[in-house]
């Protein structure tokens, strides 16, 4: 299981990566390997707010739907269109995968660092 | 009520099988290959299931077909040894309490596999419901059930077992096969849309036979697959499960089971109430979903602006890549071609009424 460094993580397995006044955000590596094979993702369009905590978007594996939660809470300045087109990125290359970028970022809910977010996941296992 | 563990849960668990509970049991819901690469092991090659979780129960005695005619829908007066034939078995309102699959061992000898969910109530059901000389057995506990299934099946058998005991045609079983050495029922039938074989062995066979087959089949891709798999697939093929296509409300023809009750055999449960109710108003379809978005079941279908009929299964086919859904809707919709639209969590999106099954061996 992969924990990149410069990244910060929540409590429901979404990662966050700052640039300058905007953040991306996709799910953790931990999360597409619960998840399984995701073949369908639902994203939020250009112009959306974001409410820290709250899903924006959701993924589907073969089997099953689960939200993403916003970690933060902003507008949504960009949007991943090529993830819609092949989810299957999300389990081969989680980190590189963003749903969003977003900006006007206004809140946050709890974030880890990836040392915290390893010692989280490696209690719910 | 504790879940319980199948003779090969250690060997879900060391192959890294996720487990979940399904209908009591714990199982595999995937490995570490992932429900779209098994799905397409038993599509292309070769994959291999624990199916323990299926009950096994026997019907013995002289008026065993009588029993039988009266219990079931489908007609078992004329059978060979052998020889296989899927039913539902209806209460008498005409909703099906489960559906299941009936072997002729050899003359007043019968042998009944049932939904795992439902092994319980079919018993009781069945027992409550006897007739004549009959002897019901629930052998269930006693039983381990491996599918092998996809075109490289037979090839894969056939390294562990003779030739001459691998039954021929689909529907058929040998009672009397022996498969590296140990006694089994080897049976020519499956849940995936290709071919296969289901093998019933003795639990402390199992997991021997389980690892015996797995490294038999190395050279033709044989994998293990989860219960994920088992969906898409039976998913893919139409083949109806208990609780969503069917269920004690859902009658065999509203299912699309219509050829399997024979409406002009004397009596059996549930005839009485099928010739009242007469033609469905509502039928099993096949739906494509065209818009974005993937169909589950139990939600709701829709066209002319109104509400038209339900979903009861849905998933993304790995074969086909694109999502397909079963559905109960009114009879005026069912026609190839029709335009409708599935409500997905709020979001109304676009599908079509397709020929079932999704996909058909070649």
Redesign the interface.
Same mark, same amino acid.
């Given at each position: 299981m992969n924990f990149p460094k410069d990244l910060q993580y929540t409590r429901t397995h979404e990662w966050i990566r700052y640039q300058g006044d905007s953040a991306y955000i996709g799910i953790t590596d931990y999360a597409q390997d619960q998840l399984? /094979?995701l %073949?369908?993702v639902?994203l939020p369009e250009e112009g959306d707010e974001l409410m820290a905590g709250e899903p924006f978007a /959701?993924v589907?594996? %073969?089997? #099953? %739907?689960s939200d993403v939660n916003a970690p933060v809470t902003g507008v949504v300045e960009e949007v991943n269109e090529e993830l #819609?087109d092949a989810p299957e990125a999300m389990?081969e290359d989680p980190y590189e995968a963003w749903f969003v970028k977003v900006g006007e970022i206004s809140a946050t809910v709890e974030l880890m660092d990836a040392e915290a977010y390893e010692a989280f996941v490696a209690e719910e296992e | 009520m504790e879940a319980k563990k199948t003779p090969l849960y250690d060997k879900h668990v060391q192959a890294g099988g +996720?487990i979940v509970e399904f209908a009591g049991y714990l199982l595999p *819901?995937?490995y570490q290959t992932? *429900?779209? +690469?098994e799905?397409m092991a038993v599509r292309t090659a070769c994959g291999l299931f624990d199916v323990s979780h299926m009950g096994e129960i026997t019907v013995k005695g002289k008026d065993a077909v009588r029993f039988l005619n009266h219990l079931l829908t489908n007609d078992y007066t004329v059978m060979e040894d052998g020889q296989a034939r899927y039913s539902p078995m209806c209460n008498p309102e005409g909703g099906v309490v489960d559906d299941l699959i009936v072997y002729k061992v050899k003359e007043d000898d019968y042998f009944i596999v049932v939904n795992a969910a439902n092994k319980d109530k079919d018993f009781a059901w069945i027992r409550a419901n006897v007739l004549g000389d009959v002897v019901v057995e629930d052998i269930s506990e006693s039983i381990a059930q491996l599918a092998l299934q996809g075109p490289k099946a037979e090839e894969i058998l056939k390294k562990l077992t003779s030739e001459d005991q691998i039954p021929t045609g689909y529907y058929t079983a040998n009672f009397n096969g022996t498969v590296a050495g140990y006694k089994a029922i080897i049976s020519r039938t499956g849940y995936t849309g290709e071919d296969g074989f289901e093998l019933y062995v003795s639990p402390e066979a199992a997991p021997v036979l389980w690892d015996k087959l797995l490294e038999t089949g190395v050279e033709e891709g044989l994998i293990p697959c989860g219960l994920?798999a088992r969906?898409?697939l039976r998913l893919e093929a139409a083949m109806p499960l208990y609780g969503h296509e069917m269920n004690d409300e859902i009658t065999p023809r509203t299912a699309g089971l219509g050829t399997f009750v024979k409406m002009q055999k004397e009596e059996f449960i549930g005839k009485e109430a099928l010739e009242r109710l007469g033609k469905p108003t509502c039928r099993r379809v096949g739906l494509k979903v065209t818009g +974005?978005?993937?169909a &589950?079941e139990h939600q709701d279908v829709y066209a002319d602006g109104r509400k038209i009929g339900v979903t009861t299964s849905g998933?993304?086919s790995?074969y086909l890549k694109y999502?397909i859904a079963m559905a109960i809707v009114e009879d005026a919709y069912r026609a190839v071609g029709t335009q409708v639209e599935v409500d997905v &969590?709020g979001r109304r999106v676009a599908a079509e009424v397709v020929k079932l099954p999704f996909y058909k061996k070649a």
């Open positions: 399984g /094979d %073949v369908f639902n /959701d589907e594996s %073969v089997k #099953a %739907v #819609a389990n | +996720k *819901v995937q992932g *429900v779209i +690469k799905h994920g969906d898409t +974005k978005g993937i &589950r998933t993304h790995p999502p &969590r």
